[in-house]
């Protein structure tokens, strides 16, 4: 961490242009001892040092106030849109990548493996990935539910016990509607997790097991950034195949029957 702390200081330029496994490889070190080391110096992630990085590097060659050179403005031309986007993208899978603790992801896996039923719960943009989520896992045969609905949320958290498992996907970690069902589930026994952007948020505190997501910039023009979406259908794909790796003698005939069922379902019907 060292090491990291004094390149970034005495090469603020040369390293924002570097990636996550850029910086690593010059430092000799690890992504995950780099992202540590952006978070020990404040900083969410390592995208957040880079972008900070790039703009002492402005000011220094400037003398202006430094600005955020990888925001989307209103009169960018469509080209440099999708560069900026699929950058920004390929950062935060890697960021996302490097700060997950497999350790956890392990536990969670092991114990949505054996659940007799899991919830999970999301609103906004969050909801749709916990809709992805659940059917996933109902597609190899575990019985999983999604609720963006913050009232059928608690109605069902209530039903929960020992040897459920309550997911709550949020990126600010401090979404009362997904904290509430997941505080619910807490208090009844099950096994929670809390996917999320802000591993000290709220909703950690009821949460057994923390996964953690690359924190997304957002800005006017991108409310519900495509980042954290992306961040957090990662971890949503390492569980899930996770779980399918542990359950396969039973995952792998559930999901061929679910793909017979759908075939079956666009077939010409005969006369």
Do not use: W
Request: with cysteine; proline share 4%; net charge negative.
């Amino acid at each position: 961490m060292q090491r990291v702390a004094e390149a970034v200081a005495e090469d603020p330029a040369g390293c924002a242009a570097l990636t996550v496994t850029g910086l690593a490889e010059r430092t000799g070190t690890s992504e995950a001892t780099v992202v540590r080391t952006a978070r020990l110096l404040g900083y969410p992630g390592y995208r957040d040092l880079r972008l900070a990085l790039a703009g002492l590097a402005a000011h220094q060659q400037s003398g202006r106030a430094p600005a955020l050179t990888t925001d989307i403005a209103v009169d960018d031309p469509i080209a440099d849109v999708v560069a900026k986007l699929a950058h920004d993208e390929q950062q935060t899978l890697a960021d996302t990548a490097a700060g997950l603790d497999t350790v956890q992801l392990g536990a969670v896996v092991a114990a949505a493996a054996t659940a007799r039923r899991i919830d999970v719960y999301g609103a906004g943009a969050s909801s749709l990935v916990g809709m992805d989520l659940a059917q996933k896992l109902l597609r190899i045969g575990l019985l999983a539910h999604a609720h963006a609905d913050p009232h059928l949320a608690v109605t069902n958290a209530v039903q929960l016990r020992s040897g459920d498992v309550a997911i709550a996907i949020t990126h600010s970690g401090s979404t009362d509607d997904v904290i509430e069902p997941l505080r619910v589930a807490f208090d009844r026994g099950a096994t929670t997790v809390a996917i999320t952007g802000r591993p000290d948020g709220p909703v950690t505190q009821y949460a057994d097991h923390v996964l953690t997501t690359s924190t997304a910039r957002e800005s006017e023009l991108r409310p519900a950034a495509m980042s954290s979406r992306t961040s957090q259908l990662l971890v949503v794909d390492c569980l899930f195949i996770g779980v399918a790796q542990r359950t396969y003698e039973s995952a792998a005939p559930a999901l061929a029957a679910s793909y017979e069922a759908l075939a079956h379902r666009h077939r010409p019907r005969s006369r």
